[in-house]
């Protein structure tokens, strides 16, 4: 726990309340049970903790779970579980759990980081993955760049690239992706539509209407400082006035 969280939570609890609008909510994870040096930001969380997280998806509480690739995103209640930066607990933990509650999720990787090996999922881990039950490979940046801070030409160079590799080690079309650090805006949204791309999330809290761009969904993170109040109120939209201290991909 820290103070931002602690804080972050009385606000939530005092103040929050259930989104007022259906759509398709996000939850974003990086690790589970995987232990991080340091790890100030709680991105690894507790194994116990996220199966009695996914239980909750399972129960339909929040909408009905989807794969990133597979959202309606018509306004209907969704709920999609994504990972980014693609830990090798996602194979060995995660997906064990997910599979034994029969849920879709999501794990956009970064094609660079699984050359750097471990925490990392290995290309080979990676393929076994994409087989378990629910899987679906998304990308997320060739190099874990920030895309919005690169010229046209390198943007593109990152999201095709990013692409092609995960394509050709797959077998499969990779078509959904996350943005690295969640930097994301209008022109890079055009660059990975134009890329192939039809669904990226960015890490904007809220909950997704119709009238989103489906390049630049929002999405809430679950950390590891997260009781199950927390996500609850997370999943439910609580927590959604945290979107007012961040910048709009979609207006930038
Ligand atoms: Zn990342």
Request: aromatic share 8%; glycine share 10%.
């Amino acid at each position: 726990m820290n103070w931002k969280h602690a804080l972050w939570r009385t606000i939530s609890r005092v103040a929050g309340r259930p989104s007022p609008r259906t759509g398709l909510r996000v939850l974003g994870y990086h690790a589970v049970g995987t232990e991080l040096p340091g790890d100030p930001y709680g991105l690894s969380v507790d194994p116990a903790l996220f199966t009695r997280q996914m239980e909750l998806v399972a129960s339909g509480r929040f909408g009905r779970p989807v794969g990133l690739g597979s959202a309606k995103l018509d306004g209907s209640a969704e709920i999609a579980v994504t990972f980014d930066d693609g830990y090798q607990d996602a194979l060995k933990t995660a997906a064990p759990i997910l599979a034994r509650l029969s849920l879709p999720f999501t794990v956009c990787v970064t094609p660079c980081l699984l050359d750097s090996g471990r925490p990392h999922l290995s290309w080979p881990e990676l393929k076994e993955l994409s087989a378990m039950p629910g899987c679906e490979i998304g990308a997320h940046g060739l190099t874990h760049a920030r895309l919005d801070a690169l010229g046209d030409a390198e943007l593109s160079r990152e999201l095709t690239e990013s692409r092609r590799r995960l394509e050709d080690a797959l077998g499969r079309p990779v078509t959904v992706m996350t943005w690295p650090h969640g930097a994301a805006s209008q022109r890079t949204a055009a660059a990975a539509r134009a890329a192939g791309f039809t669904r990226a999330g960015c890490s904007l809290y809220g909950v997704n209407g119709p009238d989103r761009d489906p390049l630049l969904l929002r999405r809430t993170e679950i950390v590891a400082f997260d009781d199950e109040r927390d996500f609850v109120g997370k999943a439910s939209g609580t927590w959604d006035w945290f979107a007012l201290r961040q910048p709009d991909p979609a207006r930038q």
